[in-house]
Structure formats: structure tokens, C-alpha cells
């Protein structure tokens, strides 16, 4: 199977950039950037599309796609913005990896390699850029990859598994994401399946990351919870986890790894007569605001205000969005929330009040199949 599929995956590649359109002309500032938006895609349709958006308007230009990839669900650009990389949300699993040019909005294959975990859905680099690592959904785990200067991905050095064989049994663990901390002296992994938090050491900043074994190193969360995406505070000094199954969101102090909890509260409560499906989670960055995406019935964005003595939050309102509201994204800038609806097929564009954090709905929407996944890259002048 995986022969057949890393052959198709490769064919689809090669051809990964046959759909591009000329880049737009519009007058360069430096308030424009480029939107790469990852989307559920068979090969057929964009899996990669670029956008210019400007950061004062919140309008935007389509500039390029690739067809020819699958499932690119979730993506990460290097530091310093020359590379993007890619899972491919797929049984047998993969990453793949592009150069972007910031001043025309193109992508590039580069190559790319298998996770040996299932269905990649989270895909994170260090600073230094000398690795990514997935987290691996369907078979809970993680996969480490060396980087190579040119941005190609180097074979697998290491894969985690949090269960053998054995112990597979319900719960399974369904790996969510993997942050580091913002010292990068941890990543910290989530455990939907069997509400955890597990905390790696990055043993050497460069080459391979190592699951400390320690009990005090993994954090249990209420049962039932099912953590799926993490975010510091800008201070460092709080974590938060979005908990899909439960509709919460957990607070946590943190100091050189999580120290406790401070406060579970209600995200989803749209949806409480049915089955909750909380999604993503993100603070403005003066983090004085942080939101949460709930899909499912609720389709809404919650709206929280930050307490930054405790880090504790005070829900202020919701926001209707589109179907399926899986990922959202906060310019730099803190003017505007974009917010990817799966389900209704389009980019809903919010300003956000930086008073009040409530957001108004400027009737802007990117129309664009499937949008999973959202980042910012900075545009250079031609």
C-alpha cells in the first residue's frame, strides 16, 4: 500500500506547481503579506493556495496555487520564510516541502519524505530550522525529520509512538499537536484520544527530541476532554488547551514546563445538546484577547477576555461564522481575524475590536474549497 501511495504522491508532486497564475500587480507596502492557505484536496482541486492581503484594508488578491498534493491539512513556514512545509493527511503518511518566492507568492516542490505515522494533522519547525515534527492523529504519534539548508526534508530519525501494539486498545491515542515551548527547551504534544499532555526535552536543539519518561512530565486532563491544539500567551507564563471533545478550554501556569492548572471553562456551549467539536485556539497579540473555533452545531467563534495577573479567562461573546469554522488566524497587526470555514468553502475575514475584542464581520470572504489550515509570510517588493 504504501509503495502505491508514495508513487502517487510523487507523481502528484512533480506537478505541483502546474496551476499558477501570474503573480497580481497591486502597489507594494509594507503592510501587505501573503495568505498560504492549506485545504482537504484529492489532487484535483487547490491543495496550496497563496493570497495577498493587506493588513489595514483586509483586502485581498488571489496570486498562485498547487493542485496535484493531498490532504496539505496543515502547514509551517521556516523562520525566515524562504520554505513551506506540509503534511499529507493520508493514511500512509507524509511531509512535504516547498521553496516560497516572497515576492511573486510561488511554490516549488522540493521533496518529500513518509511519517511512518498515520494521518499527519499538525506539523511544526524550530527556530533554527534543522527539524519538523508531525503529530501523528490515527496511530498517536510523532515523527522528527532533519532539514537540510536547502529545505529538503531528510529521512525519518525518529518516530514515538505512545502506545505499542500491545496496548492497543481503547482509548487509542489520536496525537493533535506539538508546540514548543517558547525556549524551545520543550515540545509539548497533545493526546486527544487519552486526554494528555506529554512533555518532550529537546535534547539538542538540532537533531532529535527524546519523551521524558518522568510521571510529573504528563499532564492529565479531565476525562473526556480530548486536547487538541495548544498556545502560549505572548508573557509565557500561561498555556492553553483547547479540548475538542469536551468544548473547553484548560488554563495552565507554566514555568520551565507546566506547573498547574488554573482554570477549565466552557468554549462550546452552542452545540451542548449535541456533540461538541471545539477546533483551534488564538490570542491577539498583546494578548489581552484569546478566541476558540467551535464546529459542529455550534459553528461560532467564542470570544474570551485574558486576565494577565492569572491568565484567566471571562467569555464576552461569540461570533457566528461559516460551516465548519476548523482554523482561524490573527494578522500581526491584531486588525483583523481570517477564519476558515471547511465546510462552506471560503475565508470569512473579521476585524477585531481592540477594546472590546468583539469582532465585526466586514463581509469579506476568500472563496477557496476546503481551507484547513492558515499562515502569514511577509511580501518583499519586486
Known sequence: MKNWVGLFVYVLCMYACSSKKESVDVPLNDNRLFLIVGSYSDGTTAGISVYDFEMQTGDFEYVSDVKNILNPSYLVVSPDEKFVYSTNEIEDGAVSSFTFDKKTGTLSLINYQFTEGADPCYININKEATFIVTANYTDGSISVFPLTENGSISPLSQHIAFSSPEEYALPHPHAHTAIFSPNEKYLFVTDLGRDRIYQFDVADGRRKIYLNQEKDHTVLLKAG?????????????????????????????????????????????????GQKASADIHLTPDGKFLYASNRSEANELAIFSVNS?????????????????????ISPNGKFLLCANRDSNNIQIFEIDTKSGLLHDTGKAISVDKPVCLKWITKEEL
Open 225 to 273: 476532554s480530548g486536547p487538541r491544539h495548544l498556545v502560549f500567551h505572548p508573557n509565557g507564563c500561561f498555556l492553553y488547551s483547547i479540548n475538542e471533545l469536551s468544548g473547553t478550554i484548560a488554563v495552565f501556569a507554566y514555568r520551565d514546563g507546566i506547573q498547574h492548572l488554573v482554570q477549565y471553562v466552557d468554549s462550546d456551549t452552542a452545540s451542548r445538546a
Open 309 to 329: 495577573n492569572d491568565g484567566q479567562l471571562t467569555n464576552i461573546g461569540y461570533q457566528e461564522t461559516g460551516i465548519h469554522p476548523r482554523n482561524f488566524i
